[in-house]
């Protein structure tokens, strides 16, 4: 008793101070719990934060062994500092950045050495002439590569490449001015960018390397997996056991594929450093990466239409309505749901093998074909003389898909509506009607609006 | 005819020549045509590229004028190369950069010289202690910092900075063994990237400023305007008109939403950037930017539920069926369907002139409320009783989005089988059997599977 009341005067005492230090110890906890995480999710990402270390040290040795010192002076530096920002994680990022490196450098040096020549043809009295041209020069040399870093080509693959051809090129002509032997200095410089993009490539090769194509061809078979692992999970538990009771809502097959709409500048990236990459383990250096990305533009368009018929089920879910009046009619659309969700499911899981393994796959077809079938049933059931019934059919799935659109406007009207309150939004002037969005948006809970046209 | 003839011989003579010059010609003038495009989409592009040139040209008179360069010397170069990687194309991306150089230049430089001090205590005797622990602390102090960069906080907003991190502190404890005065170096180090940084924040904020945050909310108005574009371009011509035969493939407000389905990486470089930006215009320093990648993401969602609308729409056009059996119903729910697309549409472009403004805004609630009231008007022309047609309407509707999950999934099989086909997969032992696969996906036209349960 006496103790714990002390602790409290303790705290009473002086309020402020462990209750800071309280707050710094949880967020250091957060932050290792974190980064254990980090580490356990990929970890390669722990070799690849030594294979950093690793480097420098390799290449900081050229500073501390006095001969190789001697040999490139204080150059040395941009050993470390291409070393520094070259590294990337995977090979292709280390090669696209080095290579640019090396050639941007180069033919920066060139020009800039050139026009150097050219102008020391003035003179020493030529110096005003000189200085303007110089100025002039790395003016618009500038301007002219920093425009082209908007051509998406060239942001695309070469976008470092240009920032080192405006650093080096900017470097020589200005130091044009000041250097006496710029020659010498300009073959230092090349040589230490030389060891550095050397040693960057030594270690992202053959130290554990990590390679763009491959990880982007795990990606691309991993978001198929993930749309296979949704339509499975909802064809055996929400199709088989009970259409609208069975409350499929948390389950984790229900979310799985929505990192998969959110993609695109994964493998963007990921196919412009396979692009980069010489062949390795199954993968030529002329590997068709382009096609992987038509793969992963339509998987994004599947994971739209699964988006939609998420959004339905659950709108349905929600709105708990027992009618069950043809208990036949019923139980053959189901099977045939049920049959067209699991077979689509499986001939995705078997895609996403065949692209793993490199194998072609027969199955994954006579999946699909098995799931048109089940598509082509749902025809025969429902009678086809009766083309009323085709018309309502066809029309109220349009009204239904236009309801879910209208029910997403309600989500905007109120994110909208919370940003006019954080902003401060104008109000209108007659009266300040505090909410004139509000009676639709007033509510909290999640569905505001269930507008659900079966009921 | 003899000129002609002669120019066919010269040809002739040297066939590769002048197609060489003529590709080349064409290909220049193709890229001068991309090049006048970019500069016309956003004439600020060429207006970023004069700063970086006005940006560089001001650094580089540090250089020409004599006092100023003898008091830095050839660190000076820092300030040339800080220029270079800093400037951005918004003030926030200038901003973030520049902070983030100039604060981890100072903290790996004073901790860099903190190490130098304490190991410079073990005297001359302990080089061979001194250059171990140099290479220790260069190779764990930059493994670490890579690490960082794998947390996610850290590499939204701290990413440059800890490459700067470990560029000075590899820099400093590299050169600490080599330079004798290593604190004049290091305070000429500073300033010379403090006077680029400042350059940099210069130009980008007085000189036409781009602010990061003004594009992320001209952006977010303007996907919700792609939307609203789609949604009343479909309830004017698509259900006003004639809903099945009125061909509204090729129309431009068919596609204009796709864009807004890969926003997300645009949107979270801006949010990014505009969180370093101080107040400007009706933007103060604390500007809910967060909200907008909220909105951000709602309109994606939108967008996919408009994806799936597209594609069912798309499907049913290339069916062509003309049932028009019960014209009364069709004009009903065809009317309520274009009641209820052009009055969102209208919605999201109200709440879209709202962000623009920043006014509050009932029209855009009072939009919704008709599309909502238009969406209960289709409950009341299906007949409540009947409950047999309820249930089928349902399912229909499930079953119509499974029929768009499997034609996607059928996009997917050839575009996997494409891949297979370039990358050479192997094919299964028993026969070779050339396309297993084949007979699904082997038609080339578009929807070689258009099932149709409503036939």
Known sequence: MDKASGANEKVGSNPWC??????????????????????????RRILHSLKVGIALTLVSIFYYVTPLFNGLGSSTMWAVLTVVVVMEYTVGGTLSKGLNRAFATLLAGALGLGAHQLASLAGAKGEPILMSIFVFMLGSGATMATFSRFVPE???????????????????????YRVEELISLAHQRLSTVAIGVATCLFTSLFVFPVWAGGDLHKLVAANLDKLACFLEGLGAEFFVE????GNVEGKSFLQSYKSVLNSKATEDSLANFARWEPGHGPFSFRHPWN????????????????????????????????????????????????????????????????IRQMK?????????????????????IVPAEDSTMLEILRLATIASLLTEVVRCANQVVIAVEELGRLAEFQRPEHGRKAGAVKPIAGVESPPHVVIDIEK
Not at 18 to 43: M, T
Not at 154 to 175: E, H, M, P, Q
Not at 360 to 380: D, F
């Open 18 to 43: 462990p209750f800071l230090i309280h707050n710094l110890l949880r967020k250091v906890i957060k932050l290792g719990k974190k980064i254990k995480k980090i580490g356990k999710e990929d970890p």
């Open 154 to 176: 060239i942001k695309a693959r070469y976008d470092y490449g240009v920032t080192i051809f405006i650093l080096t090129f900017s470097l020589v002509s200005v130091s044009s």
């Open 242 to 245: 009970k259409m609208e009771n």
């Open 291 to 354: 096609q992987y990305l038509k793969i992963g533009a339509i998987t994004r368009q599947f994971a739209c239409s699964i988006e939609a018929l998420n959004a339905y089920i659950s709108t349905l879910q929600q709105s708990h309505h027992t009618t069950a009046s043809d208990p036949e009619f019923k139980q053959k659309i189901q099977t045939a749901c049920a049959e067209m969700s699991s077979e689509t499911g499986k001939a995705l899981a078997e895609l996403a093998s065949a």
């Open 360 to 380: 072609w796959s027969s199955a994954a077809g006579q999946h699909l074909a098995k799931a048109m079938a089940a598509a082509s049933s749902v025809k025969a």
